[in-house]
């Protein structure tokens, strides 16, 4: 059984940054992909960024791509989301999720993190 707990979410003003962590327990983290999402009220669930077990390799949404980083240190079984220039629609609540390296591409993530909450407001 995998465990995700996110973590760095809060209240942060337009323009203003702001880190995510996600702790992964239970597994090999090396061998999975780790995926962001988020969910708006009102929204359906996004992709926002995804970072490939074993090569790193990083997919990330256009509306965030020249804005957020993602990054993983399996050392420390972690994935990381660096949010910067924050925009009042990023606000939502934001998931870690996990999934192995051998998982079809197209395949759903297949354990989730209970989400933290990030508000874009001044």
Not at 71 to 100: E, G, I
Request: net charge positive; aromatic share 10%.
């Amino acid at each position: 059984q995998v465990q995700l707990a996110e973590s760095g979410g809060g209240l942060v003003q337009p323009g203003g940054s702001l880190g995510l962590s996600c702790v992964a327990s239970g597994h090999t983290f090396y061998a999975y992909t780790m995926g962001w999402f988020r969910q708006a009220p009102g929204k359906e669930r996004e992709f926002v960024a995804s970072i490939r077990a074993l090569d790193s390799r990083i997919l990330c949404a256009d509306s965030v791509k020249d804005r957020f980083t993602i990054s993983r240190d399996n050392a420390k079984n972690t994935a990381f989301l660096q949010m910067n220039s924050l925009k009042p629609n990023d606000t939502a609540v934001y998931y870690c999720a996990a999934k192995h390296v051998s998982a079809p591409v197209d395949r759903p993530y297949d354990y989730w993190g209970q989400g933290t909450q990030v508000t874009v407001s001044s």
